[in-house]
């Protein structure tokens, strides 16, 4: 399988003006105050740079190293959070996802922050796929919200360690996957 064989769903340009515009409501939501970033590794890597570039102030950001528990499961749904972050408590957690599908690692993560004392936590998404929530997770923000229907690959979002850096988002057939970091 090469780039050619994948289907365009999010163009560079498309990202680009939804990020910009996603830093604008953010500089806007948490204006004169200092949100600590935390991006996820692994997918979230090229949008959470864009994101803080995009926004208009000077900003904290992190990157949260996650292991899934049971990663031969594609649905691994629990998580491992390995994250030495600086003192949290009663910092306002803005958590920068690639994707959100059924919402129980990001529920999980939440949790786990708001008991190291942060004051709020909320989820902003490359990509949301609100269809297939287990939990009542809310995103606060996303770029994108899609159905599934076949892998994501490109921005970050990748396919057995491959097409993260394909400056659009392309979809795969449904028998190949995608969105492994996801």
Do not use: C
Not at 132 to 156: Q, W
Not at 164 to 181: K, V
Request: proline fraction near 5%; hydrophobic fraction near 45%; charge should be negative.
């Amino acid at each position: 399988m090469n780039a050619e064989t994948i289907e365009s769903v999010f163009t560079a340009e498309e990202i680009r003006q939804r990020v910009q515009a996603l830093g604008a409501v953010l500089a806007s939501d948490y204006a004169g105050k200092d949100p600590l970033y935390l991006g996820l590794s692994g997918g979230s890597v090229l949008f959470l740079a864009d994101l803080v570039r995009a926004l208009d102030a000077p900003v904290r950001f992190e990157f949260v190293p996650v292991k899934y528990r049971h990663p031969e499961v594609a649905a691994a749904e629990v998580m491992d959070i390995h994250y030495p972050l600086p003192d949290i408590s009663e910092q306002e957690i803005v958590v920068v996802k690639d994707v959100v599908h059924s919402g129980v690692p990001e529920t999980y993560l939440a949790s786990a922050l708001r008991e190291r004392g942060a004051a709020s936590v909320r989820f902003v998404a490359l990509v949301d796929m609100p269809e297939e929530r287990k939990t009542d997770l809310e995103v606060a923000h996303s770029a994108f919200s899609v159905r599934r229907t076949g892998g994501l690959v490109g921005y970050g979002l990748k396919h057995e360690g491959r097409f993260g850096n394909l400056p659009f988002i392309g979809r795969l057939g449904p028998a190949t996957g995608g969105d492994e970091g996801a």
